[in-house]
């Protein structure tokens, strides 16, 4: 694990801007934007967390989701490992994605109700290619990573309380086993009592894997 401020950059955030447009109507002239993201610059380091502090609506959502290319940027330059992500197309950009992850803030929303927690956690797995067969026992491995077992391999979503929701989005976010995780208030929308479980589980996961 490299220290903080050491070697090279894993992540470069560069002047990063994301505006949107004020309309009126959906297709009217523009009357200005809103500035969600205005210059923002830092860098992140192998092993090293950073964490953005500032009150509801000032841009973290959308920092992080610009980072990952879920929103468009307006400007500046996001360097992954000495590639630009903002200046590649879908097809350079897939391949990457597998490496960067976001673990997002509302375990409610975030999971899709139709998909068994099996299908939920090797999503992402099958996306890249990897074989049926094999993703029973990839998905008993990851939840036991997050303290559940493998009875809640053919359960859904409702069958989970918010603090066992959010361990299985953080199951789905490690399955790719990614360099880089935006955790976009991950522990805000659950009970404080289980706010601290999270938090350990996230702190133990990133010891165990860097």
């Known amino acids: 694990m490299a220290e903080a401020g050491s070697g090279q950059a894993l992540l470069s955030v560069q002047d990063l801007r994301t505006w949107f447009p004020i309309r009126r109507l959906l297709f009217s002239p523009s009357r200005g934007s809103i500035k969600a993201v ?5 860098d992140i380091y192998p092993g090293e967390t950073l964490g953005l ?3 509801s609506g000032c841009g973290k959502t959308t920092l992080g989701r610009t980072i990952l290319r879920l929103e468009r940027a307006s400007g500046g330059r996001v360097v992954y490992n000495g590639q630009d992500l903002l200046s590649l197309g879908e097809s350079a950009l897939r391949p990457l994605r597998r490496r960067l992850q976001m673990i997002f803030q509302d375990p409610y929303s ?3 109700p139709r998909l068994a927690v099996r299908d939920i956690v090797t999503e992402g797995l099958r996306q890249h290619g990897q074989l049926d067969s094999s993703l029973d026992a990839v998905a008993t491995r990851l939840l036991r990573e997050v303290g559940l077992d493998a009875t809640a391999l ?5 069958e989970f309380s918010g603090g066992q929701r959010q361990r299985i989005s953080i199951a789905r976010a490690i399955s790719l086993q990614p360099e880089f995780i935006v955790c976009d208030e991950a ?3 659950l009970d404080v009592s289980i706010q601290a479980q999270i938090i ?4 133990d996961l990133r010891r165990r894997y860097g």
């Not at 350990?200 to 702190?203: G, K, M, Q, S, T």
């Open 187 to 189: 522990v805000s929308a």
């Open 154 to 158: 053919y359960r859904y979503p409702h």
């Open 53 to 55: 502090v500032g009150e």
């Open 38 to 42: 205005d210059g923002v610059s830092f």
């Open 200 to 203: 350990n589980l996230l702190v």
């Open 110 to 112: 975030s999971l899709n």
